[in-house]
C-alpha cells in the first residue's frame, strides 16, 4: 500500500546516525545518504516501501506533527525492545516503554519514542509467538 514515508529533520547527519542505529535490530539498511539532496533513506530490501528523513524543501525550520506517528513493524519482541533501546541510547526520547498494547489487540507488542527532531515513531510486533 505505501511507497514511501517522509519525515523531517533539522540536522540531517544526526538522523542517519540515529535512524541507523535504530534500524539495526531489524535489518534495514542505508540504501543513501546525499547531503547535497539533503535526504536519506532506507529500505528492508530491495522492495519498497522507502522511509525517507530530510531537510524541509521549503528551507523553513523542522517542526515535528502533532498526531502524526510512523510505526515499524519488527519480526520479534526482542527486536522491539532492541530498537527501543537503540533509540534512547541515540538521543530520542521514551513515549511508551515496549511491552503488550492488548487494547489493539492481544498479541500487539510495541514501543514509542520520538527521535531527536521529535518525530513519533513506533517499532512493533503482531505476532502471539514471536518471543
Known amino acids: 500500500m505505501l511507497s514511501h514515508v517522509n519525515i523531517g529533520t533539522g540536522d540531517l547527519d544526526r538522523a542517519v546516525t540515529f535512524y541507523t542505529a535504530v534500524f539495526a535490530p531489524m535489518g534495514i539498511?542505508?540504501?543513501?545518504?546525499?547531503?547535497?539532496?539533503?535526504?536519506?533513506g532506507w529500505m528492508s530490501g530491495e522492495d519498497w516501501p522507502l522511509f525517507i528523513v530530510g531537510e524541509p524543501e521549503n528551507g523553513d525550520a523542522h517542526a515535528p506533527g502533532n498526531g502524526?506517528?510512523?510505526?515499524?513493524e519488527a519480526a520479534t519482541r526482542a527486536t522491539v525492545t532492541a530498537c527501543h533501546h537503540a533509540a534512547l541510547a541515540h538521543g530520542g526520547v521514551c513515549e511508551g516503554a515496549p511491552g503488550l498494547r492488548p487494547q489493539y489487540h492481544p498479541a500487539f507488542f510495541g514501543a514509542y519514542f520520538r527521535d531527536p527532531d521529535g518525530n513519533k515513531i513506533c517499532i512493533c510486533c503482531h505476532a502471539a509467538d514471536a518471543d
Open 29 to 40: 539498511a542505508l540504501k543513501f545518504h546525499e547531503r547535497d539532496m539533503r535526504w536519506a
Open 68 to 72: 502524526q506517528m510512523v510505526a515499524f
